[in-house]
């Protein structure tokens, strides 16, 4: 299936603005995820996967290996790839329709049918009522879906998600969790998902990326053994009870005071 | 990467807006429905019962002194009126009108120039590095020595005048526009990144706009800084308004047209201005206005 992406022995460090010397946040990455795959990139805050994801995209550049995807070496940040943001990262000056029209300016697709694209993602979204409203004017969740709608909008191979339901509450959290869900089950594009939610990863994924230490590598991968379309009592499965005690182990294994 | 104290912070913030703005805004006092009954609201406690009060002391100043000094000191409120209306009918309007065309001209040049340069400045450090010792220094040098010197290059016509108020209104607009610029947050400069900005729709998408409410009062502070320059251009050489000021001081003495004068020139300036704070009101990032979640 295309949209393979294979991480090749990545490294990255930071150079420390207070000390000498620099941070070494990855070390030897090594990681393939087949086109299709929803991918879970889990691990403690700081561990790196955000710049994982970031190298992935080509927003960072590794300070050695390389990223390819379909065999094609990334250089640089593309439109076939969708980014949704944290912080939604949304420009408040512009309308949530300008918003998620701003990726396919920059593909220079003429103005009907760029209205007419975002206008079908938006209501993929369930937004269609908030087009004209400022992202000011909307709360954490529906922001998220702009962003999310903003991604979709330039019709990536790829989502790349960074902790991108981390900054909503528990019940928004969930709902869209399952609409991600049912949007990606009918477009199967390939999705890198960052979390450091152990259960959102196993509820979205179909793979689950273990990550930690500092320099940060990958120490597990789950296959998670559950269907899709998935139910929502995965949720409450014994199953996903073990995994996740399994996944906690193995992350405490590692723990310090300091992560 | 967790939910921070402060997103916590936020969120609360947020449920004031949807309570309603005048809570988050105000939420040093008591709401205004909880204002003391009927005890100590006095005058003070209105903006414009206080301006009422303080402009109407001045005016009544002004014309009691007028009176008592006499129209050779002072002209009275009814004279300076009549003196707006003369400065029309009698056609001095014309040499004011070739006045502002002379600010016009230079004002538009002076934005032309200072926002690329601001944005520019603001965009790369290098470039920063260069101009700043330049743009500070003549931003606080005395724009008026530089008068005698505009003089020699350019005679005293049409584009000395211009020149001038270029040199005068050029500095707020790079010096706000490189600041704004400058602060643009870094999420959005990385979301634009990830979705393959090209760096020329960089400043146009992204950079711009997000500094547009710097840039708006980099052009109003400059705005005022071009009246500035078209008043002393012309009173330095006589000529135009500048000329027309200075004759109506001079014998026979007509201050009832000067008063009138300025006080269209200061008119003119506010209305310029206010129109500017509008449009640098209406560019700020809109927030939550109505409870919408």
Known sequence: MPGTVEVVNVAKS???????????????IDLRIEG?????????????????????????????G????DGELVTGPSLDRGFVFQQFNLLPWRTVLANVEFGLENLGVPKGERHERARKVIKLVDLEDFESFYPGQLSGGMQQRVGLARALAVEPS???????????????RMLLQEELLTIWEQSQKTVVFVTH???????????????RGRPSRITRII???????????????????????????ELRAGATVEG | MQPSKAEELRAEADDLHIEGERTAVTSVGPPATLAPIGSSRSILDHKWGLRLLVYGGILLAWQVTAMVKGEFFLPTIPATLAGIVHIFSEGYYVELLATLQQLATGFLIALAVAIPIGAVMGRFRFVEDLLSPWVNTLFVTSKESLLPLLIIAFGVAFWYRTWVVIIFAVFFPIINTAAGVRYVDRELKETARAFATSPGRMFTRVYLPAAAPFVVAGIRLGFGMAMKGMVIAELWVLQGTGELLSRFARAPRRLDLYYALVIIIVAFAVMVTEILKAVERRLRPVSSTKGTS
Do not use: Y
């Open chain 1, 197 to 211: 939610d152990i259960e959102e990863a196993l509820f979205l994924g179909d793979q689950v990326v273990v990550m």
């Open chain 1, 223 to 249: 296959d998670v053994p559950f269907g899709r379309p998935r139910a929502d009592e995965v949720r409450g499965s014994p199953e996903l009870a073990a995994l996740k005690l399994e996944i906690w182990e």
């Open chain 1, 36 to 64: 299709g795959t929803f991918c879970c990139l889990v691990g403690p805050s700081g561990c790196g996967k955000s710049t994982l994801l970031r190298i992935v995209d080509g927003l960072i550049k590794p300070d050695a």
């Open chain 1, 66 to 69: 390389e990223v390819r995807i």
């Open chain 1, 14 to 28: 930071f150079r420390r603005s207070s000390e000498d010397g620099s941070l070494s946040v990855l070390n030897g």
């Open chain 1, 158 to 172: 790829h989502l790349l998600m960074d902790e991108p339901f981390g900054s909503v509450d528990d019940q928004t």
